[in-house]
């Protein structure tokens, strides 16, 4: 049986996603694409055919438990978490959460701004709402960075830094209001990272939590327009940080994934570091339990090598680390304000790999470039034929709106279209799993259901994936397996343990389901809130009722 790359790479914080158009939404959304002419006989065209949008019901109030909101989210593991948050609030306040768009009152859309094709399919989908007659609230980095695009015109938008008032900006737009906030978060008048970490989530997967540790970064890449959505690097303090950790742990979670635009910047700007915050969140790991590291970025990481490498070798957190290099070209580096070169990153990579033997290195290369020339690029297939990384995120180069990049010279888009093909070609002739053999033992942790809903996935020490049978009550254990086999993306794996040697790693009810990722202990929690809500409505409301009558009979109208 092989498995495919689209089973594998959701799990990782990059820039590829299963959100992501596929290649044919991807081509639909090209409004320029020049054909070559053909001798045909030209038929009249017929007029394009307008489909009418459909009426949004207004509400003159909103009484909980009656509307029910569909949620879809582009991006990385920021905007994951992002869309969380604000399924908690919601979820508190009252709201129904669906997965069918079609019975939904509203939609709320968390966008990315990294690609072109992200963008356009927010677009499309904004737009699929209008004709189905939908709410539509918008939030992520595309209305943060550019609020004034025509697509958005008169529609209601959350902040990234104003997640946590989605409840009101949802309720006012179902009324048919308009709301927009995207002012910067600030206490006491000073900037801070975004909303108060503790706040309530419905988890995607109920066994993991995605926590942001700062919001923003230092550099200036000049192809890239998340800094205009995110800003400037903001850090949440250690504490509450390690309180965050400490509360999930206790809610059932087995694993924590940290995030941000680059983790590796954390700190800087508080007088803390990465470091320093990661020896604290170890102390909080239960056994069993693990911690994986977001994107760092090479200029950061650098100066705190010896220490996370010690980090990194910690049994309680992955040896993983994502590393985007990008280009394997000094002079291309340099136009895209990297910071670092290509030397930098190979002394990294090679004290990494010496220090904690085994570690996983994941890192993301740009085609195509401006001003990228043939020898630029054969330096970057020489930088990832060196090092063989198991994970490498191929991206063609987009040019976003306001950013440098879009002015520079262009490469032509076929040769980026060949040079992303020699690269994907480069990537596909190594297998990174033959090195274990068939019969060796592995310890995993397993906290999710593949793609195709046919396995569990586990994941060893060095975040690799491991494909086991689907046994009950596996979800939220660390077991023993045995490697029975391998392709490009993974290996398979049976357990090899007795059920009662099973390390159980979350509490049963963060398991509960056994892989429903849509429910979570958050919306067994807030029923009884939903219920005592329900009640002091119809309390309040009989109440007013009776006022009113009495009114009446005293007036005698």
Not at 181 to 205: C, E, F, I, S
Not at 422 to 430: E, I, K
Request: proline content about 6%.
């Amino acid at each position: 049986m092989d498995i495919s790359c689209e089973d594998i790479v959701g799990d990782i914080e990059d820039l590829i996603s299963f959100d992501d158009p596929t290649p044919a939404e991807r081509y639909l959304n090209k409004k320029d694409v020049t054909v070559r002419a053909k001798r045909a006989k030209v038929r009249p065209s017929r007029p394009k055919e307008v489909v009418p949008c459909v009426e949004k019901p207004l509400l003159d109030s909103v009484i909980p438990e009656t509307q029910q909101i569909y949620m879809k989210t582009w991006g990385c593991a920021h905007n994951t978490s992002d869309t969380e948050y604000m399924a908690g609030q919601l979820a508190q306040y009252g709201y129904n959460l669906t997965n069918d768009k079609d019975s939904a009152d509203l939609w709320v859309l968390n966008s990315c701004t990294v690609k072109n094709p992200s963008e356009d399919t927010f677009r499309n989908e904004i737009e699929a709402a209008h004709q189905a007659g939908k709410h539509v609230v918008v939030a992520g980095c595309v209305p943060q960075a550019a609020p004034r695009s025509d697509y958005l015109k008169g529609l209601s938008v959350v902040g990234v830094q104003q997640i946590d008032r989605v409840a009101e900006v949802v309720e006012e737009t179902l009324k048919g209001h308009s709301v927009r906030l995207l002012q910067a978060k600030k206490v006491d008048g000073r900037k801070v990272a975004g909303p108060k970490l503790a706040l309530p989530k419905v988890r995607k997967n109920p066994l993991i939590e995605v926590i942001p540790i700062n919001s923003g970064c230092l550099n200036a890449c000049t192809y890239c327009k998340t800094k205009f959505a995110r800003a400037d690097l903001v850090s949440y303090p250690v504490e509450e940080i390690v309180d965050r950790a400490r509360q999930v742990f206790q809610e059932g979670v087995c694993e924590i994934w940290l995030t941000s635009e680059d983790t590796g910047t954390y700190g800087r700007d508080i007088g803390s570091s990465l470091p320093e915050l990661l020896w604290k969140l170890v102390e909080e790991i239960p056994e069993g339990c693990m911690m994986r590291l977001g994107m760092t970025n090479p200029p950061y990481i650098l100066e705190h090598l010896d220490e996370m490498a010690k980090i990194l070798s910690h049994p309680r957190v992955y040896s993983f680390l994502h590393i985007p290099v990008q280009s394997g070209s000094d002079t291309i580096l340099g136009d895209m304000k990297r910071e670092y070169c290509v030397k930098d990153f190979e002394r990294m990579v090679d004290f990494l790999r010496a220090q904690v033997p085994g570690i996983t290195i994941a890192t993301d290369i740009i085609c195509g470039f401006p001003g990228e020339t043939e020898a630029d690029f054969e330096d970057t297939l020489a930088l990832c034929g060196k090092y063989q990384f198991p994970s490498l995120f191929i991206n063609q180069f987009f040019p976003r709106p306001g950013t440098p990049a879009a002015k520079m010279t262009k490469v032509p888009a076929n040769e980026v279209k060949t040079r992303t093909k020699r690269l994907t070609d480069l990537f596909h002739s190594y297998e990174p799993y033959k090195k274990y053999e068939l019969g060796s033992k592995q310890t995993v942790l397993v906290t999710e259901i593949s793609h195709d809903r046919k396995h569990y996935v586990g994941h060893n020490k060095f975040y690799e994936q491991i494909l086991l049978p689907m046994h009950n009550n596996l979800l939220g254990k660390q077991v023993k397996v045995e490697i029975t086999g391998c392709t490009k993306f993974s290996m398979f794996g049976k357990v090899i343990q007795d059920e009662r040697e099973w390390v159980n790693c979350s509490k049963p009810n963060a398991a509960a389901g056994d892989g429903n990722t849509n429910t979570t202990k958050l919306e067994a929690d807030s029923g009884e809130s939903k219920y005592r809500t329900m009640v002091a409505y119809l309390f309040i409301s009989c109440s007013l009722a009776i006022v009113c009558k009495y009114i009446f009979m005293f007036f005698d109208f």
